[in-house]
């Protein structure tokens, strides 16, 4: 049986390989995919708290964070595709959308 340190550990790495991936990326639908490995990295804690305190109420939450998850990529990825018919580029040092 797998115990609680190894979900946790896991979880850890994911969410440090996304947090690398959205300060040091500059592609903005390679940081959204990194947020996205974040939030999965903390719905793997989350699940794995719920399993080992025995209570569904992690899961429940998970269902949330999935939720929103959901409405992020799809707005997000929605003005991605929106800046790039206007500019061309997804690279974010070349957007400057503040500038007339």
């Known amino acids: 049986m797998t115990s609680l340190a190894n ?18 990326r500059r ?4 940081i959204f995919m990194c947020i996205e490995l974040m ?7 989350l699940i794995a708290f719920s399993q080992f305190l025995g209570e569904q109420s992690g899961q429940v939450l998970v269902f949330f964070v999935m939720t929103v998850a959901a409405a992020e990529a799809a707005v997000g990825l929605a003005i991605v595709i929106a800046i790039y018919r206007n500019k061309e580029t997804v690279h974010i040092d070349d957007l400057n959308l503040l500038k007339g």
């Not at 550990?9 to 440090?16: C, D, H, N, Q």
């Not at 592609?27 to 390679?30: G, K």
């Not at 939030?39 to 804690?45: E, F, G, H």
């Open 39 to 45: 939030l999965n990295a903390v719905n793997l804690t």
């Open 7 to 24: 979900y946790l550990i896991i979880s850890a790495i994911l969410f440090s390989i996304g947090a690398a991936g959205v300060l040091f």
């Open 27 to 30: 592609n903005a639908i390679i």
